[in-house]
C-alpha cells in the first residue's frame, strides 16, 4: 500500500479511509459482523496506519465505525473454524502486533465510539492514545462468560486503568456504559451522540495544529517512560526535552509566543 494515501481514499470495502485537513479516519466498515476483527480486518488496520505513519499530509488518525457496533472483538466464527493451537496463536499474535502499531505509531489515535465495543474491539478502544463516546456506547470484556478469558484485551485494559476496574471487567464480564467507562478512565469524554462528531473533530484538529515533530517527540516518550523506575524516567525525559529543544519548531514556537504570533512549523 502507498505511504500517501489520497483524501477519500479506500483500503477496502472493510475499512474505508478519509483524509481531511491532516486528519485521516479509519472507519471500520463491516457492520454484517458487528466490525469483527477478522484476520483480514485486522491486516487492512494495520497496513492502512503503516501508511499513514508514513504520510507527512496526516498529523491525527481518527478510528471509528459504521453500524450500531464499534467492533464486536474477535470473529468467533472464524475462531471455530480452526481453532488449533498454532492457528490460534497467529492470530492472537497478529492482534496484539496490530494492537501495539497503534501505540507505535508517531501520530495519535483517537477512537470515536458510537456503539458497543467488546473484547478485542474494547482492547482496540484502550490501545487508542484517546478515546471519546457518545452515551448510547457501552464496552465489555465478555471472554470469561465463554470461557475464554479475555487476556489480550487484559494487557490495554490494564494500562487504562486501574486494576481493581480492569479486574472487575475482566471477572465480571458485564456491560458498562460510557458514563462509567470515563470515571475508570477507559475513555477521555462521554458525549451526546449528536455532539461526537464535533467533539472529536475539534479535539483531532486542535492536535493537527502543532508541530507534528514536537507530538511524535512527545508520544513516543511517553510510552517509552511508563515502564521506567522514577529516576531513570526523569533521566530519559530530561534527555528528550533537551533533544527537542534543539529543533526548529521549538526554537519557532517559542519565538512565536514571545513575540505573540502564530508559530509557523517546519516538523524539524
Not at 457492520?31 to 504520510?55: F, K, V, Y
Not at 459504521?66 to 474477535?74: A, I, Y
Not at 464535533?198 to 495544529?209: D, G, L, Y
Request: charged share 20%; hydrophobic share 40%; with cysteine.
Amino acid at each position: 500500500m502507498s505511504a500517501a494515501l489520497p483524501e477519500n481514499s479506500s483500503a477496502s470495502d472493510r475499512l474505508r479511509v478519509d483524509i481531511k485537513d491532516k486528519v485521516a479516519t479509519l472507519c471500520l466498515n463491516d457492520p454484517s459482523s458487528r466490525n469483527a476483527l477478522s484476520s483480514l480486518m485486522m491486516q487492512d488496520i494495520e497496513d492502512t496506519l503503516n501508511s499513514l505513519g508514513e504520510n507527512p499530509d496526516v498529523h491525527v488518525v481518527v478510528i471509528e465505525a459504521t453500524g450500531p457496533v464499534f467492533s464486536s472483538g474477535h470473529n468467533l466464527k472464524e475462531i471455530m473454524g480452526d481453532s488449533r493451537q498454532e492457528i490460534m496463536l497467529a492470530l492472537f499474535n497478529q492482534c496484539s502486533g496490530m494492537m501495539q502499531t497503534v501505540v507505535h505509531l508517531p501520530k495519535p489515535v483517537i477512537a470515536k465510539v458510537n456503539g458497543m465495543a467488546t473484547a478485542a474491539g474494547c482492547q482496540l478502544v484502550a490501545s487508542c492514545d484517546l478515546a471519546f463516546a457518545s452515551h448510547k456506547s457501552t464496552f465489555a470484556t465478555p471472554g470469561v462468560n465463554l470461557g475464554l478469558f479475555c487476556s489480550t484485551p487484559m494487557v490495554a485494559l490494564s494500562r487504562n486503568v486501574s486494576p481493581k476496574h480492569a479486574m472487575e471487567m475482566l471477572l465480571g464480564g458485564e456491560f458498562m456504559d460510557a458514563e462509567h467507562a470515563m470515571r475508570i478512565g477507559l475513555i477521555n469524554r462521554a458525549v451526546e451522540e449528536e455532539a461526537l462528531d464535533a467533539t472529536v473533530q475539534e479535539f483531532a484538529s486542535r492536535i493537527a495544529s502543532k508541530s507534528p515533530l514536537t507530538v511524535k517527540t512527545g508520544k513516543t516518550a511517553f510510552y517509552q517512560q511508563l515502564s521506567m523506575p522514577l529516576q531513570d524516567a526523569y533521566a530519559f525525559t530530561s534527555k528528550v526535552m533537551a533533544d527537542n529543544m534543539q529543533t526548529l519548531d521549538a526554537q519557532e514556537g517559542i519565538s512565536a509566543f514571545l513575540n505573540k504570533r502564530d508559530p509557523k512549523w517546519q516538523g524539524k
